[in-house]
């Protein structure tokens, strides 16, 4: 086929992740400009404008063929959140993670649901591909999606077992991505957190690092479930082209839990959603036992993402001082005994 007559390329890139997920895309050949999908449907208190929307769903039956999912989820514990690490089999996992409370319900919901991991996934994936879908037409026109050829990129954590890849290829099967054009079949790519980190990071700050051939760089990717730390090397500048330093086996390691310095390939199921739980749980011992029992049922929903998402928890160190947040309550209370508003002092 001539260069005038081949299909436009549309290139999609999806990263999902332990606690939120997102997707861009990109025309071949027009300033190959990235675009992020936002305007994400939500509820009271969450943000739609962020490039990031929530991984979470809800069904509201047996067979629910349209369910609720990031941020028009209910608020309350019902929502199946951290489904990403059920595509992981047990034995994989560290004790740590196994045994939490967290994925223990996450697994008891998925059974709740009758559904597999890759079910669910393809679940979330279809109603994140159809909200991208939206933007792109709105963006470029219903006919470039009908003729152009699709390249969709997948990001995984490094340390996840290789199997991880077939169910996830199922998943997206599963939401109708591998198939999305009449143009033809959807040519898939996998590529790891931090190399995708990586590209990004340096493409970001061309300006301001002089990088060379042969230059090595170290990629801390700290996500909300897993934490990537890797050495790559600068292999060719254009295209630009990187590949690890020294090539790690794969394997699922310790030295983040152990706070040991990688020296090649090192991950760990950690992140940001423990930071989460520890706010919370911060919260919950801050709050007086009896004022929390008239609080609005909304009040500890509001205060994590609007509050500790939309700003809190990005600025929240040991020298951030008093962190003033606001309570509401059901009824009118003595505001002597149930304060309008508290602070934790860190």
Known sequence: MSAEK???????????????????????????EIKFTTNWKKRRFAQGDKQKVPSAIFYHHLNDEDPEWGATTPHDDTVLRWFKLLLVDEKDLPDHIRH????????????????????????????????????????????????????LVVT??????????????EAL???????????????????????????????????RFNVRVGDHFV????????????????EKLDPLIIGESIKGDGKS???????????????????????????LKLLKETIPFEAQKSLDKQTFHRIMESDWEGGLKASFCKSSGDLPLQLSY???????????????DV
Not at 158 to 169: C, G, H, K, N
Not at 330 to 344: G, L, M, T
Request: proline share 4%; glycine share 8%.
């Open 100 to 151: 939490s409370v967290q994925l223990k319900t996450a697994r008891a919901l998925m059974l709740k649901a009758n559904k597999t991991p890759v079910q669910i996934l393809g679940d979330y994936l279809r109603q994140l591909w159809r909200h991208c879908r939206e933007n792109i037409i709105r963006a470029e026109g219903r006919r470039m999606m009908r003729v152009s050829t699709v390249r």
């Open 330 to 344: 059901d009824n009118p209370v003595d505001a002597d005994f149930f304060p309008s508003k508290f602070n934790i």
């Open 173 to 207: 099967g599963h939401a109708g991505l591998l198939n999305i054009t009449k143009a033809g079949h959807t040519a898939l790519d996998f590529i790891s957190e931090p190399e995708a980190a990586a590209l990004t990071c340096l493409k970001e700050n061309a300006d």
């Open 219 to 234: 990629i801390c990717d700290a996500g909300g479930g897993t934490v990537d730390l890797i050495t790559y090397k600068i």
């Open 156 to 169: 995984l954590p490094a340390i996840w077992p290789y199997y991880v890849r077939s169910r996830m290829t």
């Open 6 to 32: 081949a299909s436009p390329v549309l290139v999609l890139g999806i990263d999902f992740g332990t606690t939120y997920s997102g997707i861009a895309w990109c025309r071949v050949g027009e300033h190959n």
């Open 253 to 279: 390691s310790r030295a983040l839990y152990d706070a040991r310095l990688p020296d090649l390939e090192e991950g760990g199921l950690c992140g940001a959603m423990f930071l989460d739980e520890k706010f």
